[in-house]
């Protein structure tokens, strides 16, 4: 019993976190991927990150507030909830990033009806 208990504590810790991407991107010259971690717990904060090459940029860190990514011209816009109670983990959110302007639209109210991807497709 006590092997067993060893295997899968040590097979719990060595695997990588799963990402689970909502929604990819691209414009051809970026790629914009918003994607949260799978926990023991369940619990990740939703995250929002730009590449270009082999170069990546984290934009956002947020629990429950992001609504949808999209790329118009060279404008990023992260569609979030108007104000809310939402924890935002980032010290600071950029206003650009490669050549392009990060926009924040917090003017969804918070119970509207909206499409969020929940279907998720897994990376490691």
Known sequence: MNKFVYILIFACFSCKDPKFVRK?????????KWYYYSYITNKSPDIVE???NDSIVEIIRADEIIVDILIEDK?????????????IYSDSIMS????????????????????????VTKEY
């Open 24 to 32: 990819n991107v691209t414009d051809g010259n970026i790629d914009i």
């Open 50 to 52: 730009v590449s270009k």
């Open 75 to 87: 404008n990023i816009i992260i569609k979030t909830f108007e104000n809310t109670s939402a924890a």
């Open 96 to 119: 650009e990033v490669y050549d392009y302007k990060i926009f924040i639209d917090s003017t969804l109210p918070k119970y509207g009806k909206y499409d969020v991807p929940r279907n």
